[in-house]
């Protein structure tokens, strides 16, 4: 006796109509798409995973005060951005007359 009263012989016949049916070339997409459709919900198991421990150390990670992350002091001005600066003033002022 076989699996739940199935002989050998009974599942051997059963696959061979199933090979008759879909042919070769279908039952290897089929096992390479279902292959392929396990791999990727085993990836995002472990991805689910992943993001759930993130979670949960997300509130005794210390975070940073965006007020003091933008409240950066402005860079103060080269010396050779103040002459072109005042170059330009100077021509553009001598340009009008």
């Known amino acids: 006796m076989g699996f739940g009263g199935i002989s050998i012989w009974q599942l051997l016949i059963i696959l061979v109509i ?40 997300f509130g005794t990670e210390p975070r940073k005060d965006p007020a003091a992350v933008s409240q950066k002091a402005p860079a103060q001005p080269t010396a050779e951005a103040k002459e072109a600066s005042a170059t330009n003033s100077t021509s553009s002022g001598s340009d009008k007359s």
């Open 18 to 57: 199933i090979v008759l049916l879909f042919g070769t070339k279908r039952l290897r997409n089929i096992g390479t798409d279902l292959g392929s459709a396990i791999r990727g919900f085993r990836s995002s198991i472990k991805d689910g995973e992943a993001d759930a421990a993130e979670d949960a150390t």
